[in-house]
């Protein structure tokens, strides 16, 4: 009769490196930042309002979003390559994006962004 100790034993794991998912909740929190920040530059500025204003039709909302997109892509990909091989704590990379996602939140507040303004 197997015991649970040994079916554990039989199991193979290979331990994996966290870094890429490290990498990914990181480059989350980097676009987040990165769209608050560029709501409150178009607020302060208006030749970045005018500036982002890719489209027409949508305004300067459209370069901050395309913005914060492509913020994100590079830093997931600069991230990734970086981090791919190390074994970087998945906990600490979830602290410091939700730091990030805080200041991202912040940034876009109309109560923030038009003290800029």
Do not use: C, N
Request: no cysteine.
């Amino acid at each position: 009769m197997t015991t649970e100790l040994d079916f554990e034993q039989q199991i193979h794991y290979v331990p994996k490196p966290e870094g890429p998912i490290a990498a990914a909740i990181l480059a989350a929190g980097v676009g987040s930042a990165a769209l608050g920040l560029f709501t409150t530059l178009a607020e302060a500025s208006p030749a970045v309002k005018e500036g982002l204003a890719w489209s027409k039709a949508v305004g300067p909302l459209s370069g901050k979003t395309i913005g914060a997109v492509i913020v994100w892509l590079v830093a997931w990909l600069v991230l990734h390559l970086r981090l791919r091989t190390s074994a970087y704590e998945t906990r600490r990379a979830l602290t410091i994006a939700l730091g990030l996602i805080g200041l991202g939140v912040l940034g876009t507040f109309p109560i923030f962004f038009q003290l800029f303004g």
